[in-house]
């Protein structure tokens, strides 16, 4: 049995879900999010949590078992709370500004760089160089957030670049500390 498909996931209050065949719709104080589900993996609601089930013992079976109950459990964590992930921009003159729900980046192009924010997703600028990424869906957050960050990725010699907040950057010595030793 999988380690992470047996373990029911729990309904909060105000989370409502509606099973339609194969289809799970779970809808929250934050949205609404779709999931068809897998026909080898069968689910059910009862006492305010949602277990999962597979037909058989088949290595594509046990995958799908966990990753259904992943995908569920993110979902109505989203709805419920939602999720957020912050990006930093690091290096002179680099900065962010608020342009209705999207976003223009200065980051060192000879052009400003425009970022459109999705359906289901905010973009929001704090100060001039943080950007908060929201939603209620996982992927679609995670997403925007990686697409943002690839527009200038750190630099590993100077550390200038979009990173995540908190994340950590090995800069890597330059040719002159190789002449020194």
Do not use: C, W
Not at 9 to 17: E, L, R, T, W
Not at 45 to 50: D, F, M, Q, R
Not at 60 to 89: C, I, P
């Amino acid at each position: 049995m999988s380690r992470i498909g047996k373990m029911p996931i729990p309904i909060p209050n105000g989370v409502d879900i509606s099973i339609d065949g194969q289809r799970v719709t779970v809808k929250g104080p934050r949205g609404e999010l779709t999931h068809v589900v897998h026909p080898r993996i069968s689910f059910e609601v009862a006492n305010l949590e949602i277990a999962i089930t597979r037909s058989s013992d088949v290595p594509n079976d046990r995958a799908l078992h966990g990753l259904t109950r992943a995908l569920l459990s993110n979902m109505v964590n989203g709805v419920n709370e939602g999720y957020q992930k912050n990006l930093e921009l690091v290096g002179v003159g680099y900065r962010a500004q608020q342009n209705g729900d999207d976003v223009v980046l200065q980051v060192g192009f000879s052009h400003p760089v425009d970022v459109v924010a999705p359906a289901g997703v905010a973009l929001t600028v704090e100060g001039n160089n943080r950007i908060h990424v929201e939603g209620v869906d996982k992927q679609s957050v995670g997403e925007i957030a990686a697409r943002i960050r690839r527009i200038r990725p750190p630099n590993k010699y100077t550390g200038k670049g979009i990173r995540y907040s908190g994340e950590q950057i090995r800069l890597r010595p330059g040719k002159a500390a190789g002449r020194r030793a």
